[in-house]
C-alpha cells in the first residue's frame, strides 16, 4: 500500500479533503489573512470562564463547522485525530468530548496538524475510515500561561520569538472519490535536536526537524523543490525560514522561491509586533484551511508539500536545562 | 479492510507481537509479577539527574531490548508510536531521540498503550510498514511531581487512590507471518464523562469508559465475556474493577469471571501499601509485556481482551474544577 523510501507513504487510495474549517481569534483576524477564517471570536475567552475552556471552544466550533460544511452527522465520523499543546491535552478532550467520536490523541508540539493529518489519512486510504476528522488547536493566552510568563506580567520578548496563535483548524478527510484536494503522499518525522536550548528561538530548533524531513521526502518521492507550487512549513517564522533555507542549500537544494511559511503570512510582523511569525499548533492548521486548501481550490497551486513544525519542550524540560529538539511531519496535497 | 460495526477493525492480515520488552523500577520488581519483567532498576534516578530524565532511560532501554530481541536494527523500525503521561511528552521525546525513527506522539493518558498499540497494528495491517515499536512508560516521581504533591511532603493518600507503576513497555508489531501472538482487532474508545471530580479516584472515572469501549466491542464483534480468555483493563484498580462489573452488569454482561486489572496484579496490595493498585501508562505495558503475552505464549490464555484505561485530567483542568473524563482502547489479542 504505497510504502515507499525510508519514511514515506504514497497513496494509492488517496484521501479527499471534503471539508476544512478554520475559527481563529481577533489578532489572527486582523492580519493578512483574516477575511479567509470562517469564524472570527474577538473575545478572547470566547464566552468561558478559563483560557482553556476557550480553547477547548475552538475546536468544538471546528468540528461544528465540519459538521454542518460537511452535511455529516457525527456519528459518519469514525475517528478523530487531534491534539493541541496543553499538558495532558485538556483543550481538545475538554473540546470534542460531547461529539462522542472515536478519539486518538496525538501530540507533536506545533507538528500535530502534520501528524493528525498523516495518520488520518493512513486510516482513510487503508479503507478504516470514510470519514475521519484532523485537527489540532492553540490559544495564546492558555500557551502564554503554560510555557511563558502571566500574562498580567508583560515581559519583553526577544526578536527571535513568535506569538502563539489563537486558533483551531480541522479537516475532514474522506474516501471514495479521489478529486478535489487530497492528501496523495507523507513523510514522516524523526526527532532532531541540534542542542538549541533557547525556548524562545523555536524557530531555530525547529528548522533543521523540517530540513531534515523535507530532504527525506525528496529522496523517497525523487522530487525536489521544483516540483511543488509551494512549500509551507508550519511555523518557522523569519528566524527558523532563513535557517531553513541555508541548511537544505548545503544538502543542494534550493527552496528559496517556493518556501512559505504559515508562521510569516498569518500576522502583518510590522504592524502587529509580533516579531518572528505566528506559532503553535493552530498556525498552520489555520492557515492550511483558511488559506492554502483555497489556493488549491483556485488553482494558484497544484501541488503543495505542507510541513507542520514542533518543538518538543516543556517548561520542565526546559528548567532543567534540556536542549530544545524538534520534530515536523510532511504532507503532500495535491488538486486532483 | 476489516472495518466492522462502529468503532471497530478486524484485521484481514493479522500483526505479530514479535519482541516485547519490560522495565521496570524496584517496587515493581518486589511485586507479584517481579520474576517476569526483563529489567528492574532499582535506582529510581536510573543514574540520571532528574526523575524525567529517568523515565526517558527507561523508554530508551526497552527500545534496545527491542531491538536486541528482534535482532532488528534501528533502521528496520519504521514508525514508533510512543507516549506517556508528562506535559509534552517530554518522558518519550527524549528517551527515543537517539535511534531516530520516524515518531508518532500519542496522549492518552494511561491508555496510550491501547492506543499505540491500535494505531500500530493499523499501521502493519494496512502494509505501511514491516515492523513499528508501540511503546509507553510512566514513572511514579515524575507523575506524582506533576499531578500530585511534592514527594518530600509525604501526604496521606485516599484508599481508593492508586500507585503509579514505574516502568517501560513496549512491542514491536510485524507483518509477514500471523503466528504467536497476533492482533486480531481493535475498539476504539470515545471520552466518556461521568463527572467524576476526585482525581485521587481515578479506578471510578475510568471505569464507564472501559465499559463502553468493551460494550462496544462486544456489539461490533458479536462476542460476549465467554470469547475471551482474559479481559484486562489497565489500571482500574480494585475500586473501579467493581463499578466496571456493575456496568457491564447493568448492559447485560457479567465479565465477573474474566475480568482482571493491571493494577490490580502488579502489586499486592496488602504488603506493598500500594491502596487500591497500579496505575500510569507503564502499569498495562509492562504487565501485558511481561505477563499476559507470555500465559498467551504458554497457552494458559488462547484470547485474550486488553484494555489500557486513561484519565484526561491536568492539573490545570483539576484545579479550575472540570471533571476527569475517561478514555479506553480495546485491543484483541490472539495467540495464532
Known amino acids: 500500500m504505497g510504502k515507499i523510501g525510508k519514511s514515506s507513504i504514497e497513496f494509492d487510495i488517496k484521501p479527499r479533503i471534503s471539508a476544512a474549517a478554520s ?29 482553556e475552556e476557550s480553547e477547548s471552544e475552538f475546536q ?27 499538558g495532558q491535552l485538556i483543550a481538545t478532550s475538554f473540546g470534542i468530548a460531547e461529539y462522542e ?5 496525538l501530540y507533536g508540539a506545533c507538528s500535530t496538524m502534520g501528524e493528525s493529518l498523516s495518520l488520518a489519512a493512513m486510516t482513510v486510504a487503508a479503507g478504516y475510515a470514510d470519514n475521519v476528522i484532523a485537527m489540532t488547536s492553540s490559544h495564546f493566552a492558555s500557551a502564554e500561561k503554560q510555557f511563558r510568563f502571566p500574562l498580567d506580567y508583560g515581559n519583553q520578548r526577544p526578536l527571535c520569538a513568535t506569538w502563539t ?16 484536494n487530497c492528501v496523495t503522499g507523507i513523510t514522516t518525522g524523526k526527532i532532531v535536536d541540534y542542542g538549541i536550548q533557547d525556548s524562545f528561538n ?35 517564522g523569519s528566524v527558523g525560514h532563513q535557517i531553513l533555507i541555508d541548511l537544505l542549500e548545503k544538502k543542494g537544494f ?10 510569516m ?15 503553535g499548533c493552530g498556525c498552520s492548521a489555520v492557515t492550511l484551511c483558511a488559506h492554502i486548501l483555497k489556493e488549491l481550490d483556485n488553482g494558484d497551486f ?24 524538534g520534530i515536523a511531519h510532511a504532507v503532500v496535497i495535491e488538486h486532483l
Open 202 to 236: 523555536m524557530g531555530a530548533a525547529m528548522a533543521p526537524a523540517a530540513c531534515d524531513v523535507i530532504y527525506n521526502h525528496f529522496m523517497d518521492f525523487e522530487t525536489g523543490p521544483e516540483d511543488y507550487d509551494a512549500i509551507y512549513t508550519g511555523d518557522l
Open 23 to 51: 475559527v481563529v481569534g481577533q489578532k489572527e483576524g486582523e492580519g493578512p489573512l483574516g477575511s479567509l477564517f470562517d469564524k472570527i471570536i474577538t473575545d478572547p475567552m470566547a464566552g468561558k470562564k478559563t483560557w
Open 165 to 180: 496563535v489563537t486558533g483551531a483548524g480541522g479537516v475532514i478527510l474522506s474516501g471514495g472519490d479521489s478529486s478535489g
Open 302 to 325: 497544484k501541488r503543495v508539500l505542507f510541513i507542520p513544525t514542533g518543538a518538543l519542550l516543556s517548561t520542565i524540560s526546559f528548567n532543567e536545562g534540556k536542549t530544545v529538539p
Open 101 to 105: 467520536i472515536p478519539f486518538f490523541g
Open 254 to 263: 534550493d527552496v528559496s522561491k517556493v518556501h512559505h511559511d504559515c508562521g
Open 265 to 279: 503570512e498569518i500576522y502583518d510582523a510590522d504592524s502587529q509586533d509580533t516579531h518572528a511569525g505566528g506559532s
Open 60 to 86: 468544538r466550533l471546528v468540528v461544528e463547522l465540519l459538521l454542518e460544511k460537511s452535511g455529516l452527522g457525527k456519528k459518519d465520523i469514525r475517528y478523530i485525530f487531534a491534539g493541541d499543546l496543553l
